[in-house]
């Protein structure tokens, strides 16, 4: 036995060059079907008594909202707050819903990157290519040091191309009339665009913008950091219009409103009777002219819940070999990343009893007294739209009510169906083997194995240390958990649900006093093989009540009484 340990050990140091901790692994479960909710309604109720119980405050007297939380088919919850003082002149819509119209700003960025990703699908362009092929006059000879032919439409809409962010808007000779109370030296327009903040926001053209870029520095090399830009949108709204030989207000409207049916969604000022209108607001009517691709779309709650359950059911489908709601660039601190054009928020301080991180996908928008926000959780399932006029605080507020008692009550939800349908005794259909086997759910560990007797044997103790990390630990430190794959041995008919076997350390003791590359971890999902199967692969066939373990040949049922004493067991305690 010693002499079989030390070959599968050797074995197994062939795998990875780099042994590490791993905690914590996610995706921990597959991506629920809420269908109408139900097991959300607790908490949507609850959301909906907070919520209630903060708008008597002042500041929602002139603020509006809109709030939904969508699943991956269907609208789960709605929240609408009509504020209470409106303009005397110009109401706009008095009572908001679903269909209320707001300026969107820079959630625009998402449908001009959609439109880029469907036309490299089309084969009409390449993410890869640099953007001087598709915008001629910046491989014109320019008294600027952008380097244009190095930047393509991917690092673009990744905010890794290192332009400046703005053009025409932010500067602050448009914003204070004695600058040197800020201890700024008078300074001329001579030789600043003529146009929108310059100029009373009249559109700037394609012409003004371009010659402006020509005479610009970058802020970085491309590719080097990424940095936020409203300019990178501005130029792939050009790109579209070259290659579609359309306008972008006219590509965008038959590419991706019509289609989703987002009735309520415009890039052409929308009229009164739906409209969102703050008071005092006097950016309704703006029109952004060549900067529409970065924030000029009109939209409603309603409407962006069917684009992000668009999203959520096609983000790995749209253009092969991109998964669009993946990370591009790492931005600021260890939570934050850029994607394309996306801004995706990592927390493990949500999950009231696990460390396991919780990925929002976002994209925020602000134009003046326009604020929202758009965020998905693919590992959930779930999409929620925020769209607030006025007060900025109010959709961090909001957010915060929203997003943090939405996922602790879908993590509840998610523990309860584990129990129900996967967690129990199991014992071969072979009935002459000595082997079983038993699944439980719990808060930290989600789906674990906390036993497998394979014919008399322990595989916990023996094998699957071998061919692991765990061999470096005693089993008191890590536990052996199931991870879904979200594939399908019968990938037609969704059936064969096939998960992975992984060891996972437990955080134990003081983790402040962790040694520092403690944090080391590569993700190595596919460890070992018997016989040309993978050692540590299960395949759930639900229909029929059975487990397949792919390198045993052998296939296992679970207890007729299993799944009740399970489900009460995860719930104890959790979910009251």
Known sequence: MARVSIIIALASALLSPVEAKCY???????????????????????????????VGGEKYDKTSFSVEITSNTETLWTHYHSARI????????????????????????????????????????????????????????????????????????????????????????????????????????????????????????????????????????PNQQSTYSNVNLVLLGLVLENV????????????????????????????????????????????????????????????????????LTHYNAIVKGLNWIMPASWSMGMHNFYGMPFEIFRTDRILEESRRPVTFVTKAGGEPDYFSRISMLPEYGLGITTLVTSEYGVLQELQEIVSVTLVRAAESAVWSALASSYAGSYAATDQSLNTSMHLSVSAGK??????????????LSTLLPEFSYADQEPMALWHAQLQPTLLYKDFSHQR?????????????????????????????????????????????????????????????????????????????????
């Open 244 to 311: 579609t030989g359309m306008s972008y207000s006219e590509y965008i409207d038959q590419a991706i409103f019509k289609p989703l049916n987002m009735a309520s969604t415009s890039l052409e000022t929308p009229p009164d009777d739906h409209a969102v209108l703050p008071l005092g607001q006097y950016y309704w009517d703006i029109d952004e002219g060549v900067y529409r691709p970065t924030g000029g779309i009109y939209s409603s709650s309603s409407d962006l819940s069917k684009f992000l359950r668009y999203i």
């Open 496 to 576: 064969g649900e096939i998960w992975r076997l992984m060891t996972v350390s437990d955080r134990v003791g003081n983790q402040d006093e962790r040694p520092i590359f403690d944090d080391l971890c590569l993700t190595d999902v596919d460890f070992g093989s018997y016989g040309g199967l993978p050692i540590n692969e299960m395949v759930f066939w639900q229909e029929e009540g059975v487990v397949e373990l792919s390198a045993w040949r052998m296939n296992m049922t679970r207890a007729a009484n299993s799944a009740a004493e399970e489900t009460i067991e995860a719930m104890h305690g959790d979910l009251r």
């Open 446 to 459: 989600v789906l674990e194995m906390t036993s497998f007797i394979s014919n008399g044997t322990d595989v």
């Open 24 to 54: 914590d692994p996610s995706p921990a479960f597959p991506v629920p079907d809420w269908k109408d909710g139900a097991e959300l309604k607790p908490a949507l109720d609850l959301i909906t008594d907070r919520l209630e119980a903060i």
């Open 86 to 221: 409106h303009n005397a002149t110009r109401l706009g819509v008095k009572h908001v819903d679903g269909d209320s119209q707001y300026r969107i700003a820079s959630i625009t960025k998402t449908f001009t990157t959609l439109g880029i990703m469907y036309q490299h699908a089309a084969g009409n362009l390449s993410l890869d290519d640099p953007l001087s092929r598709y915008i001629p006059e910046l491989a014109e000879k320019q008294a600027g040091t952008i380097p244009w032919h190095d930047i393509t439409l991917r690092s673009m809409a990744s905010q890794l191309s290192g332009i400046p962010r703005e053009m025409a808007q932010g500067d602050l000779i448009n914003r204070i009339d004695e600058p040197w109370k800020l201890g700024l030296p008078p300074v001329s327009k001579e030789g600043l665009p003529d146009c929108y903040e310059y100029k009373g926001h009249k559109p700037c053209t394609r012409a003004q913008l371009l010659n402006d870029l020509k005479r610009r520095s970058p802020v970085y090399a």
